[in-house]
T-cell receptor, first 114, second 112 residues
Framework: DGGITQSPKYLFRKEGQNVTLSCEQN?????MYWYRQDPGQGLRLIYY???????QKGDIAEGYSVSREKKESFPLTVTSAQKNPTAFYLC?????????????FGPGTRLTVL | QKEVEQNSGPLSVPEGAIASLNCTYS??????FFWYRQYSGKSPELIMS????GDKEDGRFTAQLNKASQYVSLLIRDSQPSDSATYLC????????????FGSGTRLLVRP
């Protein structure tokens, strides 16, 4: 099956800990994105990557880090510098080639700080 | 700051009625527009994309785009209780990043 997978589905973090959220896709998409969603709000862009070994900060990158060593994988690390990390984290990938900028989402990871 | 605005709702309609969801955006040169449906606790799923002024129909869904007035709407005909969800409007700026800017969503309730 083609798609985007995220793990874990639920994640609990203690204050001061770094945690890493996994995002994998087998759609052969070049571009990948990380968003954060807080209750009752839309999605806000954390980081994005348009090609392997390259990524850019989004609107709320402080306290987060990413890597893009493989086309299929775009992990997000929530560091202890992120003061309010409790949120729903969504990974997306985008079709490339012909004129299309449609993004497709993984199932999400719900992070809670204890 | 580029913005996308939606009424948070809830918009309540009876089963079988037409639900009309609206979205306005501030970046006049935006070119690509999307509607996503998000069930509670789930990730967004794409409903429609629209790029040109006018209407685009897909089954019970119709997206309408008016670039001069900077709004995009989604009509859902013959609304079903299963349509009850939050509908997110997203706009893509014209730079090469293909980032999406999301509205906060409109919650739709379809009453049986």
């Amino acid at each position: 099956d083609g798609g985007i997978t995220q793990s874990p589905k639920y994640l609990f973090r203690k204050e001061g800990q770094n945690v890493t959220l996994s995002c994998e896709q087998n759609l052969n998409h070049d571009a990948m994105y990380w968003y954060r969603q807080d209750p009752g709000q839309g999605l806000r862009l954390i980081y994005y990557s348009q090609i392997v070994n390259d990524f850019q900060k989004g609107d709320i990158a402080e306290g987060y880090s990413v890597s893009r060593e493989k086309k299929e994988s775009f992990p997000l690390t929530v560091t202890s510098a992120q003061k309010n990390p409790t949120a729903f984290y969504l990974c997306a990938s985008r079709e490339t080639g012909t004129r299309t900028d449609t993004q497709y989402f993984g199932p999400g990871t719900r992070l809670t700080v204890l | 700051q580029k913005e996308v605005e939606q009424n948070s709702g809830p918009l309540s309609v009876p089963e079988g009625a037409i639900a009309s969801l609206n979205c306005t955006y501030s970046d006049r040169v935006s070119q690509s527009f999307f509607w996503y449906r998000q069930y509670s606790g789930k990730s967004p799923e794409l409903i429609m994309s629209i790029y040109s002024n006018g209407d685009k129909e897909d089954g019970r869904f119709t997206a309408q785009l008016n670039k001069a007035s900077q709004y995009v709407s989604l009509l859902i005909r013959d609304s079903q209780p299963s349509d009850s969800a939050t509908y997110l409007c997203a706009v893509s700026p014209t730079d090469s990043s293909y980032k999406l800017i999301f509205g906060s969503g409109t919650r739709l309730l379809v009453r049986p």
